[in-house]
C-alpha cells in the first residue's frame, strides 16, 4: 500500500477551528477510502469521518455539522483534509489518516464499509476548555 502522512493538529482552545491534513501516496485508479480516527490514551480509536474516491462522506455523530472531510484527488499523492470548528475538549486526541483500497463508503454500514489497512502516525489535537 501507500505512505500516509498527517499534519495540521495543534492546541486551540474551545472554540477554535483546525484543519488537519493527509498526504497519501494511494494508487489513485482503484476505488479507495480515507479516513481520519481519533484515539485518546486508553480506548479504541474511534472514525470521525471516511471519504471515498467518488467524494461519498460520512462522519460520526460527534462532529457532523461542524466537521468537514474533503480531498484533492486530481493528482497523486492524493491529500485529504479535515476542517474542524467549534472545537470542544473532547475533540482532544490523536487523529490518525487511514487508507483502504477497493472500498466504497456506505454510511449506512456500522463502520461504513471501511476497514484501514494502512495508518498514518497521527497527529496530536489538543483543545483547551
Known amino acids: 500500500q501507500g505512505q500516509l502522512e498527517e499534519s495540521g493538529g495543534g492546541s486551540v482552545q474551545e472554540g477554535g477551528s483546525l484543519r488537519l491534513s493527509c498526504v497519501a501516496s494511494?494508487?489513485?485508479?482503484?476505488?479507495?477510502?480515507m479516513g481520519w480516527y481519533r484515539q485518546v490514551p486508553g480506548n479504541e480509536r474511534q472514525a470521525v469521518a471516511v471519504?471515498?474516491?467518488?467524494?461519498?462522506?460520512?462522519?460520526a455523530e460527534s462532529v457532523k455539522g461542524r466537521s468537514t472531510i474533503s480531498q484533492d484527488n486530481t493528482k497523486t499523492p492524493v491529500t485529504m483534509y479535515l476542517q474542524m470548528n467549534s472545537l470542544t475538549p473532547d475533540d482532544s486526541g490523536t487523529y490518525h489518516c487511514?487508507?483502504?483500497?477497493?472500498?466504497?463508503?456506505?454510511?449506512?454500514?456500522?463502520?461504513?464499509?471501511?476497514?484501514?489497512?494502512?495508518w498514518g502516525q497521527g497527529t496530536q489535537v489538543i483543545v483547551s476548555p
Open positions: 487511514a487508507t483502504d483500497v477497493d472500498c466504497m463508503v456506505n454510511c449506512g454500514r456500522w463502520n461504513w464499509n471501511f476497514t484501514p489497512s494502512d
Open positions: 494511494i494508487y489513485d485508479r482503484r476505488d479507495y477510502c
Open positions: 471519504i471515498d474516491r467518488n467524494g461519498r462522506t460520512c462522519y
